[in-house]
């Protein structure tokens, strides 16, 4: 099993920028890949972008492409989400997620189900 806890939610202006981190414990040698998803109250949880935990394969959802970037270092165990240029539409609880798989086909990896390890979620509003 894998412990995920995320850090660096925040309040902050449309056109600003924030930095959230996701620790990883536990049997992170299992860890193929991971994802940061988020949630909006009534809405279903979506995907935002992936990174292969081993190589250099990312995966973006495109209305953050060109504004948030996704990143790791493996020897920390963590997993990073750089977001410029936020904007109010982008307010929602950010989770991260560890999966054992990694695919190219970002359909696949965009699927919760394929998600065994999740974190608490980290609050992210952007106010106009």
């Known amino acids: 099993q894998v412990q995920l806890v995320e850090s660096g939610g925040g309040l902050v202006q449309a056109g600003g920028s924030l930095r959230l981190a996701c620790a990883a414990s536990?049997?992170?040698?299992?860890?193929?890949?991971m994802a940061w998803f988020r949630q909006v109250p009534g809405q279903e949880r979506e995907f935002v972008a992936a990174?292969?935990?081993?190589?250099?394969?990312?995966h973006y959802t495109d209305s953050v492409k060109g504004r948030f970037t996704v990143s790791r270092d493996n020897t920390k165990n963590t997993m990073f989400l750089q977001m410029n240029s936020l904007k109010p539409e982008d307010t929602a609880t950010y989770y991260c997620?560890?999966?054992?798989?990694?695919?190219?086909?970002?359909?696949?990896?965009?699927?919760?189900?394929?998600?065994?390890?999740w974190g608490q979620g980290t609050q992210v509003t952007v106010s106009s």
């Open positions: 997620a560890a999966s054992r798989t990694w695919q190219q086909d970002m359909a696949f990896m965009m699927v919760r189900q394929i998600y065994g390890s």
């Open positions: 536990g049997r992170t040698s299992a860890v193929g890949a």
């Open positions: 990174i292969m935990w081993n190589g250099g394969s990312i």
